[in-house]
């Protein structure tokens, strides 16, 4: 005996074939998304907890901090293999020395880069000791820039290269003198006053450097 289907609230009246079977549709589309949702749920979950254990996991230290670059010990070694003396600017409290080397070429250079040692303080300034050179050699580091004048310091008598706005901006300003062999040139982004400092305190080296020549 075939049973009658039953009256539907909703509806006042049985369910037809159709609507019995979009009924049921429905019920599966929103049990489908539920798990869905609840899948992702859960991924989300596994994923966090990887990452957690991950962090956790990886050993924490100090930063590194970059060692001090001994000028002195490297300014000896270039000394002793080119056998011949190299200034040591004295840095005090002011200045931190970036990089010290010997650069090669067809004139070999003492180079010696200086910045301020404060956080307020901006700009460089580069000592560049060219053996067996004159201020010939300058010009490859101000841009092609003769002299445009002189200045007596503390006794020796600097060449001065006022690049303005000539300059580009990594060299605005230099001073560079003879001593002895060698073409001695600092130069860099600092102000006039501050690279005159700087050439004062290099006296006493530049008078042996013009002795010894």
Known sequence: MSRKPGIVAELGRPETPQETADR?????????????????????????????VIV????????????PIDVAKIAADVASTSER???????????????ARLEG???RVWSVTLAPAGEKERGFIKLGQAFDADVTWAPQVTGGMAPTGTEDIDGI??????LGD???????????TQAGHDYVLIYGSRSADSTKKLAESL???LSDLKEAG
């Open 85 to 99: 003396p190299v200034i040591v600017p004295e840095t005090g409290d002011f200045w931190r020395v970036n990089a």
């Open 105 to 107: 070429g067809a004139t």
């Open 56 to 67: 956790l996991a990886v050993p924490r230290g100090e930063p590194t901090t970059t060692p």
């Open 166 to 176: 000539r300059g580009s901006a990594n060299v605005t300003y230099a001073l560079g």
């Open 203 to 205: 006296t006493a080296q």
């Open 157 to 162: 008598t600097w060449d001065v290269f006022d």
């Open 24 to 52: 049921k549709a429905e019920s599966s589309r929103v049990y489908r998304s539920s798990q869905s949702f609840r899948n992702l749920i859960a991924a989300l979950l596994v994923t966090v907890a990887v990452v957690a």
